[in-house]
């Protein structure tokens, strides 16, 4: 499966952005998706992930209650709307797909591009 991150920009802090991941080239529902960010000099981390049919789903504790992550496997995309945002929510934003839950970052085996995303103090 294919991956192509977009949404990202420049926001004041407080504000809001939805990324979108589009897929294509597989069976898109069979697929758990992540959402990841990586700050420079960092490690790229996992943020949210979503299972294929969108019935589970996992945060990291620095986004809950902030970023909801979401799936329309009629339109292959994957979401994530990020509310409330912080200066230290500046980085690239990657999406990734994997069929198996609950594995490390770099065990994701299909990677999109990433999009920056840019909160202003």
């Known amino acids: 499966v294919q991956l192509q991150a977009s949404g990202g920009g420049l926001v004041q802090a407080g504000g809001s952005l939805r990324l979108s991941c589009a897929a294509s080239?597989?069976?898109?529902?069979?697929?758990?998706i992540g959402w990841f960010r990586q700050a420079p000099g960092l490690k790229r981390k996992l943020l949210a992930r979503i299972s294929g049919s969108g019935g589970a789903t996992t945060y990291v504790d620095s986004v809950k209650g902030r970023f909801t992550i979401s799936r329309d496997n009629a339109k292959n995309t994957v979401y994530l709307q990020m509310d409330s945002l912080k200066p230290e929510d500046t980085a690239v934003y990657y999406c990734?797909?994997?069929?198996?839950?609950?594995?490390?970052?770099?065990?994701?085996?299909?990677w999109g591009q990433g999009t920056q995303v840019t909160v202003s103090s």
């Open positions: 990734a797909a994997d069929r198996r839950w609950g594995i490390s970052t770099m065990q994701y085996t299909n």
């Open positions: 080239g597989g069976a898109f529902s069979s697929y758990v």
